[in-house]
């Protein structure tokens, strides 16, 4: 299965659920193609993330 890390709570619980990929920590859900389109534009936008 594939797990990524939840946006919100930061854990790595975020798992695909049809069309949808769910936090089980923090239950967030997020359709895949919001997911995809999110990533995508983190990558992009923000390549220095993660300084903390
Ligand atoms: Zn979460």
């Known amino acids: 299965m594939i ?6 709570c ?3 619980s975020l798992a695909p659920t049809g069309a949808y990929w769910k936090c089980t920590v923090c ?3 997020i ?3 919001a997911w995809a389109r999110d ?3 983190q990558t992009v936008s923000r390549p220095l993330t993660q300084s903390k």
């Open 31 to 33: 359709t895949s193609q």
């Open 3 to 8: 797990i990524q890390h939840c946006p919100r």
């Open 27 to 29: 239950r967030m859900a």
């Open 39 to 41: 990533t995508r534009h």
């Open 10 to 12: 930061g854990k790595e």
